[in-house]
């Protein structure tokens, strides 16, 4: 919950600095140049292309961890049920 809280205002700050410079300029870049668009817009792609890139590096972790997760369950079910057939076989 906290983490949305964050996220939001994070985004309120991004959204506020991007309208305050909302003059018009002309970026280059090393292949040529791009026609004059709006500083604020520059800044929303630039922050959006960061997120977006951020997830794509953060996946290959995250699916690591969740595989790590699914054998880690199999082996505390494996666990319970050995532990079962154990009481089971006491009483």
Do not use: C
């Not at 292949?31 to 922050?47: E, H, Q, R, Y």
């Not at 050995?82 to 006491?90: G, P, R, S, V």
């Amino acid at each position: 919950m906290w983490s949305l809280i964050f996220a939001l205002f994070i985004a309120i700050l991004i959204a506020a600095f991007a309208s305050l410079n909302s003059t018009l300029v002309s970026v280059n870049y090393i292949f040529g140049s791009a026609p004059t668009v709006s500083l604020a817009l520059i800044i929303l792609l630039s922050v959006l292309l960061g997120v977006i890139l951020a997830t794509l590096f953060e996946l290959p972790q995250y699916f690591k961890t969740w595989q790590k997760m699914r054998e880690l369950e199999k082996k505390v079910k494996s666990s319970q049920d050995q532990t079962l057939n154990y009481e089971e076989k006491i009483h």
